[in-house]
C-alpha cells in the first residue's frame, strides 16, 4: 500500500485497491490499518461505511469536506482547497433534490459551473478532480477508504469508478481502498467494463493450520500461560480458520479453563453459544420468514457453493419461483454467486447454524 500512495503522489500510474472476502476473515481490521499507515505517511484520508439505505453522495460528501477542511490549512494548498469546497458545496446544493440524504455544511459559496450540473457521474468526476488537485499540491494524497462496498447502488457504483478514472488519467493522487463482500468483483465490472484496469483485488481467505494456532498461542504465552497441542486442533477444527471464530473460541476458551494449560475440553465447553447469539444471530434476524427458509434450504445440502436447481429441488419449489428470494438475499449480503447459477454463504459457517437454530424447514409451502 505505501508503494501504491508513493507512485500517486509521484504522478506515476498506479491501481487502488479493493479487498474481498467472506464475512468475518478481517477485512474491515486490514482497512483500518492501512488507514492508519497511510495516514502516519502524510496521506489525507476519507474513511467510510457504506450501509444498504443511503447514497454514495451522503456518505462521501461530510468526510470529503473535513479532508478539505484539513487540507486548506496548508499554506501551499489553501486556494486549491477552497475551490475544491466550493465544488462540494455546489455538489451538494445541485444533487439534493435526487439525493435527498446528503447533509453537508457548506464552508464557502458553490462556485457557478464547478461539480453543480445535477449528474452524479459528471459532478463526481469534477469534485474528486478539484480535491486531487489541492491534495498534489501539498505534496500529499488523497485516499478514499470504503467498508462493506457492495452495498453501494450501480449507478453510483459507475459514478466512483469514472471519477477514479479521471483521476487516474491526469495523474492525479486520489485512490481507492476498498472492502466487499465476494460479490464486489462483479458489481463493479457490471458498473465500468475497464473496472479491472483499475483495480487490485485481493481475496481476504481463513487462515491456514500454523497460523491458526499461533493466532491463538501467541497470546496466550504472553500472558504466562500455556494451550495444549489438542486444544489449538480443536480450536481450528471449530473455526475452520477464519479470524473472527477464531478470536471467539480463543476468548471463551480462556474464559472457560480453569488453570493453564487451556485443554482440548476447555475448547469443547466453550462451544459456539456466543457466536450463535452475537455474529450469527444478528444476520438471522434481519432476514424474512420466506429468506430463513431459502438458507435453510442450502443448509440441508451443506456449506455449498450449490446450484440454484439444487436448492429449489430441496423446496420442491421452480427454480423461477424462487428467484426473488434469492435476489433479496444477495442484495442483503447474505449469499453471492461464485458462478453462473451458484448461490453460496457470504457467512463461513452459517449452513451449521441454520441447522441449529431451524431444525426443520417448510417444503412446497407446507
Not at 163 to 182: D, N, S
Not at 233 to 245: K, N, Q, V, W
Amino acid at each position: 500500500m505505501g508503494v501504491t500512495v508513493k507512485r500517486a503522489m509521484n504522478g506515476l500510474a498506479t491501481k487502488s485497491l479493493l479487498m474481498v472476502g467472506l464475512r468475518g476473515v478481517g477485512k474491515t481490521v486490514l482497512l483500518d490499518h492501512l488507514r492508519e499507515n497511510a495516514e502516519s505517511a502524510g496521506v489525507e484520508t476519507l474513511r467510510i461505511e457504506a450501509p444498504e439505505n443511503k447514497s454514495l453522495p451522503a456518505i462521501l460528501a461530510p468526510e470529503l469536506r473535513l479532508a478539505l477542511l484539513r487540507l486548506s490549512r496548508n499554506a501551499k494548498a489553501k486556494d486549491l482547497a477552497q475551490r475544491a469546497l466550493r465544488g462540494l458545496a455546489g455538489f451538494a446544493k445541485a444533487l439534493k433534490v435526487k439525493y435527498g440524504d446528503i447533509e453537508v455544511g457548506f464552508d464557502l459559496e458553490p462556485e457557478p459551473g464547478l461539480a453543480d450540473n445535477g449528474d452524479l457521474e459528471h459532478d463526481l468526476q469534477a469534485l474528486l478532480e478539484a480535491a486531487g488537485k489541492a491534495a498534489a499540491e501539498a505534496g500529499s494524497a488523497l485516499v478514499i477508504f470504503i467498508d462493506e462496498l457492495q452495498y453501494v447502488r450501480e449507478p453510483e457504483l459507475a459514478a466512483l469508478i469514472t471519477a477514479l478514472h479521471r483521476c487516474a488519467q491526469r495523474r492525479l493522487p486520489v485512490l481507492l481502498v476498498g472492502a466487499g463482500l465476494p460479490q464486489l468483483r462483479g458489481r463493479m465490472g457490471d458498473a465500468k467494463s475497464y473496472a479491472a484496469r483499475l483495480f487490485d483485488f485481493p481475496e481476504i481467505g481463513p487462515l491456514n493450520v500454523e497460523d491458526t494456532k499461533d493466532a491463538i498461542a501467541l497470546p496466550v504465552r504472553e500472558q504466562g500461560a500455556d494451550a495444549e497441542e489438542a486444544a489449538l486442533d480443536a480450536i481450528y477444527e471449530a473455526t475452520r480458520g477464519y479470524p473472527y471464530f477464531v478470536q471467539e473460541w480463543g476468548k471463551h476458551s480462556w474464559d472457560v479453563a480453569d488453570a493453564s494449560p487451556i485443554k482440548a475440553a476447555d475448547v469443547k465447553e466453550a462451544g459456539i453459544t456466543a457466536l450463535d447469539a452475537g455474529f450469527f444471530r444478528v444476520r438471522f434476524d434481519r432476514l424474512t420468514p420466506a429468506e430463513k427458509n431459502y438458507l435453510r434450504a442450502m443448509a440441508e445440502l451443506g456449506p455449498g457453493p450449490h446450484r440454484s436447481d439444487d436448492v429449489a429441488q430441496v423446496l420442491k419449489v421452480s427454480v423461477t419461483a424462487l428467484a426473488p428470494r434469492r435476489n433479496n438475499l444477495i442484495t442483503k449480503g447474505m449469499i453471492w454467486s461464485p458462478n453462473h447459477g451458484d448461490t453460496a454463504f457470504t457467512v463461513p459457517l452459517f449452513d451449521q447454524f441454520m441447522k441449529r437454530v431451524m431444525p426443520t424447514f417448510v417444503i412446497n409451502g407446507r
